[in-house]
């Protein structure tokens, strides 16, 4: 059990955050634990056979079986409430030499001679492992971020809502069943990290993950990284699935028929053939109204190796949301 003891100026500090580097870096789990992740099943079988033809393995290294520690430089506090996957990376690869080693070290077993160059190379390891997580999330994350990004903030604003009436006792009380507050102090019953910790007028970011699985992470200790408490977002039973129900109707009398079905399709990321053979249309055809939806900035495309896929935007997301489809998003 962690006992966090949390001031006046932690609790003033205390923010929200969504970490695409994060959801990078946790995914890996997802891909190589599949009994430990089954609400991913679907999300697995489509990327993992588009990653044949990229090389992740360094950073399947820095998350190893089983995970007890992932090293903190891997995927610090995110700096804005917000950021973009390469502001993340930027602030990876400035990482200081000494730093890395110091993670590098929290390992288990004997380094793989990807780690040893690391250890050895922190500056060339961090630019190796900045353009590994770039590529890896191309393929495995950027198709679905904007539904990824969609869940996440509703996540937020759930648990704002919860601050709003219970006040911050509450939202601190209710964010995780492994969670809890108490008399000024919070306790986070850790898998692997157990004691007392100051935070030192540092704040807390709160950080609601898709890829976390079932107990929390913390990063609460290192310097001079803001500390941070991950959690398992809720509803992410249909997160990757695409609905039985036909698309809204309201939608269909607004973008037509064909492009409302196809937004809805798309709440799984797909090639156009895949599109095709779905809705019962010609490659061509499909081909047409992708690019009318593209140019409007409601389905964006994503090269998964051989792969182009097409994929909703955030915008189509909340246009979906409005019309109250059926095919939205879970509650």
């Not at 995970?67 to 602030?91: D, M, N, S």
């Not at 690869?93 to 730093?99: E, F, G, K, M, N």
């Not at 309201?250 to 409302?260: D, E, I």
């Not at 599109?275 to 019962?280: D, E, H, K, N, Q």
Request: with cysteine.
């Amino acid at each position: 059990m962690l006992r966090v003891a949390l001031g006046v100026r932690d609790l003033a500090g205390v923010r929200f955050a969504i970490s695409p580097l994060w959801e990078v870096v946790a995914s890996v789990r997802a891909l190589r634990l599949p009994e430990f992740f089954p609400a991913h099943q679907l999300w697995r079988d489509q990327v993992a056979p588009r990653l044949a033809g990229v090389d992740w393995r360094l950073l399947a290294d820095l998350v190893p079986e089983p995970t007890v520690v992932i090293p903190g430089f891997v995927c610090p506090a995110p700096p804005a409430a917000l950021p973009a996957l390469k502001t993340e990376l930027a602030a990876l690869v400035a990482t200081p030499p000494d730093v890395v080693r110091a993670g590098l070290a929290e390992l288990p077993g004997t380094r793989s001679p990807r780690l040893a160059a690391f250890h050895a190379d922190p500056t060339a390891g961090l630019a190796r492992l900045a353009s590994v997580i770039a590529d890896y999330a191309a393929v495995a994350i950027a198709p679905y971020w904007p539904r990824m990004r969609s869940l996440l903030e509703r996540e937020i604003m759930v648990a704002a809502g919860r601050m709003a009436t219970d006040g911050l006792r509450g939202l601190l009380d209710g964010i995780d069943r492994y969670v809890s507050w108490d008399d000024g102090t919070l306790r986070v019953d850790h898998l692997t990290r157990a004691g007392a910790v100051d935070l030192g007028g540092r704040g807390l970011v709160l950080v609601p993950s898709v890829f976390a699985g079932a107990r929390v992470w913390s990063n609460l200790t290192e310097r001079p990284t803001q500390p941070l408490l991950r959690y398992p977002a809720g509803a992410l039973g249909t997160l990757w699935e695409r609905s039985a129900a036909p698309p809204s109707a309201a939608l269909a009398r607004v973008l037509g028929r064909t492009r409302a079905t196809l937004l809805h399709e798309l709440a799984v990321p797909a090639s156009t053939t895949e599109l095709a053979g779905r809705c019962g249309l010609s490659a061509g055809t499909i081909s047409h109204h992708l690019t009318a939806l593209r140019d409007a900035g409601l389905v964006g495309t994503h090269r998964a190796g051989r792969y182009l896929l097409y994929a909703r935007t955030g915008p189509s997301e909340a246009l979906i949301d409005a019309a109250g489809s059926p095919g939205s998003r879970g509650p």
